[in-house]
């Protein structure tokens, strides 16, 4: 058998979401990556995923190798009223879950004069 160099592969990861009162959450699947292997950016209304995993290192050539590092990538549309300065976000065996809490909406109270 041979070792043979598998190249790295771009996969889009799956995910789920969910709205409470308070805020929305999103996980993503990330299998392989860790906090240092992640990140996140918010522009323009998107929330932008870039992951890469790694695969096991080993001194000597392998016989059999079916491990490829991969990196994930995902854009995801935010709704309106993200509060951008209290974003959360964790990763926790191989699932990213980040929470965007929503904006404090203003109430406004106007005065009501009489004749």
Request: aromatic share 6%; with cysteine; proline share 9%.
């Amino acid at each position: 058998m041979n070792s043979t160099t598998t190249p790295t592969t771009d996969l889009r990861p799956r995910y789920q979401t969910h709205e409470s009162p308070e805020s929305w959450t999103l996980w993503v699947e990330i299998p392989g990556c860790d906090e240092s292997s992640v990140e996140l950016k918010l522009e323009e209304g998107s929330l932008r995923l870039s992951a890469r995993s790694a695969a096991p290192e080993t001194e000597g050539p392998f016989l059999l190798r079916e491990f490829a590092p991969r990196t994930y990538r995902r854009a995801f549309r935010l709704p309106e009223g993200i509060d951008s300065g209290r974003i959360e976000a964790k990763v926790t065996q191989g699932l990213l879950e980040v929470r965007l809490p929503k904006r404090e909406k203003d109430v406004l109270s106007i005065p009501i004069q009489g004749s």
